[in-house]
């Protein structure tokens, strides 16, 4: 995650740099392909498409702050891989019956965002609103997934979807 102006931006490393989202203010929030991918020699959309297949509306905020994404890793979507060390990283337990949520919330110039397991933040838009990360465990009845050979994002919207708050679940990836 990193922000530029008054812009949020969230990718996920391991798929390479196509995918980004991007909260742009109080006006225009999209899932996308980045612009590197669709420069690329062999871009995952076509370019006739665009680069952006989901748009949506950026969550208000509430008494001075808004939960405006969040990332749910399912167990399965976890791959052996060494971590890099520029990254922040989440611990989180080895259990199929409970989900570490990253969760990025937005608090205008003069709030303060309390949460006994901040991860990241903030870091400061233009505007002085500030921009942080925190987990949360939450308890989960997910079966057990085997043979898993990769891992994929699934953008889950507002209006589109059974949740409040925009974000990405990472599911695992198996043959067969």
Known sequence: ????????????????????????????WRIAQTSENARSASPVLDPHIGR????????????GGRKAFAIAPLRSAYLRQEPDSKDVHIEVRDSWDEITVAY????????DYENDRI???????????????????EPLAQPEETDIVGSMIEPHLPGRHDVTTPGFL?????LG
């Open 170 to 174: 990472a599911r695992g990836v198996r």
């Open 119 to 137: 991860i990241g933040g903030p870091l400061t838009l233009a505007s002085g609103r500030r921009v942080w990360v925190s987990a949360r465990t």
């Open 52 to 63: 952006n297949l989901w748009e949506f509306e950026p969550v208000p905020f509430d008494r």
């Open 104 to 111: 990025v919330w937005m608090t205008e110039p003069d709030i």
């Open 1 to 28: 995650m990193w922000v530029n102006k008054e812009d949020t931006y969230i990718a996920v490393a391991s798929i390479g740099g196509i995918w980004k989202a991007s909260l742009h203010g109080d006006e225009s």
